[in-house]
């Protein structure tokens, strides 16, 4: 699992962590479970804040996932209840980091999978598309969907993704359920050079041999008083 921990709370570009390496950014809608998702994959259950008030997050917010390894918490877009003037202030610094930062190695970006891109959603997708870096999108609270419906939601996902000339992926993800865990925190391992996850022990198709059966083996075998074996 990812060991995850708090590193800081940037406001300003001149400050962002110069000792860093390679940085993943998190985006999305102020409501689409983006904290949610930070937890769930960090294995940690309030690094990221959530909030009962969506568009509580007003900076970059870095934790440290390796030697030199970042994961970004970027401020939600499209719902924060902010003087026009402060919003402004936080494009900026969105924008500046989303350009500039020769760290960035992508993007991870989540969607409730029950509104899936939405006018704010895609013309995001579309500016970022000219930093010629991957996206890779969460589709959340898939558990909210029947396995049909959610099935249906990744193929036209990935289609849609497709047609905006978009480099990179989409998964079906609930952190309610843990579902997909393991397929993001694997694309984040490969952006951030860290290690593969371990493979999981293969299932040898045999059940282990329950208390009965292994008791009633141990009395078939038993000797008999007066038995010559």
Same mark, same amino acid.
Not at 59 to 75: A, I
Not at 184 to 203: F, H, I, N, Q, Y
């Given at each position: 699992? /990812?060991?995850?921990?708090?590193?800081?709370?940037? #406001?300003? %570009?001149?400050?962002? %962590?110069?000792?860093?390496?390679?940085?993943?950014?998190?985006?999305?809608?102020?409501? #689409?479970?983006? +904290? +949610?998702?930070?937890?769930? &994959?960090? @294995? @940690?259950?309030?690094?990221?804040?959530? *909030? $009962?008030?969506?568009?509580?997050?007003? @900076?970059?917010?870095?934790?440290?996932?390796?030697?030199?390894?970042?994961?970004?918490?970027?401020?939600?877009?499209?719902?924060?209840? #902010?003087?026009?003037?402060?919003?402004? $202030?936080?494009? =900026?610094?969105? =924008?500046?980091?989303?350009?500039?930062?020769?760290?960035?190695?992508?993007?991870?970006? &989540?969607?409730? &999978?029950?509104?899936?891109?939405?006018?704010?959603?895609?013309?995001?997708?579309?500016?970022?598309?000219?930093?010629?870096?991957?996206?890779?999108?969460? /589709?959340?609270?898939?558990?909210? /969907?029947?396995?049909s419906a959610s099935l249906d939601s990744l193929r036209l996902a990935r289609e849609r993704l497709s047609s905006l000339?978009?480099?990179?992926?989409?998964?079906?993800?609930? *952190?309610?359920?843990?579902?997909?865990?393991?397929?993001?925190? =694997?694309?984040?391992?490969?952006?951030?050079? /860290?290690?593969?996850?371990? !493979?999981?022990? !293969? +299932?040898?198709?045999?059940?282990?041999?329950?208390?009965?059966?292994?008791? +009633?083996?141990?009395?078939?075998?038993?000797? $008999?008083?007066?038995?010559?074996?």
């Amino acid at each position: 699992m /990812l060991n995850a921990a708090f590193f800081d709370t940037i #406001a300003d %570009p001149a400050m962002l %962590p110069h000792e860093s390496l390679a940085e993943v950014a998190f985006a999305g809608r102020s409501n #689409a479970g983006k +904290s +949610s998702a930070i937890n769930t &994959i960090a @294995h @940690h259950n309030r690094l990221a804040f959530v *909030s $009962k008030t969506p568009g509580r997050t007003q @900076h970059l917010n870095f934790f440290r996932v390796g030697e030199q390894r970042f994961l970004v918490d970027l401020p939600g877009y499209g719902y924060a209840r #902010a003087p026009l003037a402060q919003q402004y $202030k936080w494009q =900026g610094l969105i =924008g500046g980091y989303l350009e500039r930062r020769a760290q960035l190695r992508g993007m991870v970006l &989540i969607m409730d &999978i029950r509104h899936p891109f939405t006018d704010l959603d895609t013309n995001f997708l579309t500016w970022f598309r000219e930093a010629e870096k991957p996206v890779h999108i969460l /589709l959340s609270k898939a558990d909210k /969907l029947s396995r049909s419906a959610s099935l249906d939601s990744l193929r036209l996902a990935r289609e849609r993704l497709s047609s905006l000339r978009v480099t990179g992926g989409v998964q079906l993800f609930s *952190s309610l359920k843990r579902l997909g865990v393991d397929e993001a925190e =694997g694309v984040l391992r490969t952006w951030l050079d /860290l290690p593969a996850l371990a !493979a999981k022990p !293969a +299932s040898t198709g045999r059940a282990d041999a329950s208390p009965r059966a292994t008791t +009633s083996t141990t009395q078939r075998t038993k000797k $008999k008083p007066g038995s010559r074996g």
